[in-house]
């Protein structure tokens, strides 16, 4: 049998999210690939999308974009991506019902794992690096990004927080981190002691942040928060500054006059990975993909693993994937 997660209605992902059993898939068509999962990442992206679904589905819908396993087999006259071998192993992103034993995923989602990396990495190989890819070539728009300007990221220890701040020092990108808390200042500043932290639990916590910026313009901001938090970045950006949000975590809007528009000549911007799935040319989508391997390869300390469930706790799973103060990525190994 295979078990899946799926959901027939929005709402509270550890409410509405169920395991069921189905008939093992069948062989794989052409354009196909037979997965054998190993594990599989709980994104915040994925509850979400759970949270917001619209009304009730007339069949259950399936969970998850994201999962790791091993080749079972190719469907007949397949081209694969290179590596992607029966009985190698492989990752497959973005595939609708990636939280499943097994995937019948469409050929040009499966990507080849390194040998370098073993599955709790693999399980993350491409949304986070991919999104990271994403923010760095949208901030690489603003004429000082890399030069005079700096960047400021919220939500910094997060997974993509945490490979942007890789990925910023490797390139000597000047960078100031927010989280919201001391208690994730310290944890962040352990990892990379010489990026500069701040705590928004902390009063006047913009004044630290211009202070750590040096005197330098602070030129563009990453933001997956939004809300007053977005309203207070708009404030700290440079006349002709830029905000790229990419989440939705607080749930009040960014309050925003557009004096602050005009007077400054700010620009916002919204990424999101779709966007980037749907936009981006086969060219392209196969050099991010590349590059992404390079970032998993370069920052595998960065991969953290909050906690590991089976499929039968997967309520657990989620539960841990929302609480405060988690530090990596829950995985579920089916």
Known sequence: MNRRVVHTRGGSPA????????????????????????????????????????????????????????????????????????????????????????????????VAVPDELPDEIAAQLLANPLTTVMLRRAAQEHPAFGYDGVLVQTAAGSSVGRLVTGVSQFHHFGLVNVVRSDRGAAELRRRFPDVPVVSTERPGWTDE???????????????????????????????????????????????????????????????????????????????????????????????VVAAEYGLGELTNAVEHAVRPGKVGTVLVRP
């Open 15 to 110: 409410e509405v999210l169920t395991v069921v059993e189905e008939p093992e898939p069948t062989a794989p068509e052409p354009g196909q690939v037979l997965i054998r999962t190993t594990a599989f990442p709980v994104h915040p992206g994925d509850l979400q999308a759970v949270e917001a679904y619209p009304g009730k589905a007339a069949q259950p819908v399936p969970a998850g974009v994201e999962a790791t396993g091993v080749v079972e087999a190719i469907g007949p006259g397949t081209p694969v991506a290179p590596g992607v071998e029966a009985g190698g192993r492989v990752t497959v992103f973005p595939h609708p019902g990636a939280w499943s034993q097994w995937i019948v995923a469409d050929a040009e989602a499966v």
């Open 209 to 303: 942040v211009r202070e750590a910026a040096g005197g330098r313009p602070v030129s563009v901001a990453l933001d997956p928060i939004g809300g007053k938090l977005a309203e207070s970045l708009l404030d700290l950006l440079t006349p002709g500054g830029k905000l790229i949000s990419y989440g939705l975590i607080a749930e009040e809007p960014i309050p925003l006059h557009a004096s602050t528009l005009l007077n400054k000549s700010l620009t916002l911007q919204g990424k999101n990975i779709g966007r980037w799935l749907s936009e981006a040319s086969a060219e392209r989508r196969a050099s991010d993909v590349a590059t992404a391997q390079q970032i998993a390869l370069g920052l595998k300390d960065q991969f």
